[in-house]
């Protein structure tokens, strides 16, 4: 009798530790038997290594250089006026030229007048010529307008120009000369040596002679 009371003892306590040990956790869930593993650790439970932080830029490093400017970019500088090729050209003097007369209608006393370049360097025929007649007092009236210093006719080298010189018809009130001396408006009081022409026969009306603006053309000196 005591032996069958020791086996059913045994029996109870095998029983009620099995029940505990799949029985719910404390906290009502059941115990798996497996545990969490802790933070850092993988699945198998090495610890991961932590990612390196982003790598920080060397103190070294050269900034890029600024780009230069474009080749073609316009640069500064002066004018164009400073450096028009001519922005040193001279007015022409009688020392710059050779100078002729010819006849070109006996009724009006009428010249046409030529000067040509014979200096090495370009000159400007500027305004009208000043043309004196024999050894009358005066010198030739100013006939039409001309242009301004800055568009006066350039003379090259071996270039010439031209005007018109009118005597004035026989009205009984002037005088025959044989000849006519010329000088250039230089715009200054430079001095210069009379170039003289033959013009035989060259009736002066006072009131009625004159004489044009220097031209390119012989035609455009005669019909002015």
Known sequence: MSTVRTAAVVLAAVSAFALSACGPSEDGAADTGSATPPAGATASGTPS????????????S???????????????GPSASATDADYD??????YDVTFSAHLAEPTTSSYLLKITNKS???C????????????????????????GIEDALRLGPGESA???????AH???????????????????LEQKPLTASTPGLYVSPT????????DNAEDALSL
């Open 89 to 94: 050209v001279f007015p022409c003097s009688t």
């Open 62 to 76: 050269t900034p890029p250089a600024p780009s230069a400017p474009s080749a073609s970019a316009p640069a500064s």
């Open 120 to 122: 090495g360097k370009a």
């Open 208 to 215: 009625a002679n004159s004489v044009t603006p220097w031209v």
């Open 49 to 60: 290594t932590p990612a390196a932080p982003p790598k920080a830029p060397s103190a070294s």
């Open 171 to 189: 009205d009984g009130t002037g005088k025959t000369v044989g000849s006519i001396a010329l000088t250039m408006d230089t715009e200054s009081d």
């Open 162 to 168: 031209y005007a018109g010189l009118l005597g004035g």
């Open 124 to 147: 400007r025929a500027l305004g009208h010529p000043v043309v004196t007649f024999g050894d009358l007092d005066g010198q030739a009236t100013q006939r039409g307008e001309a242009p």
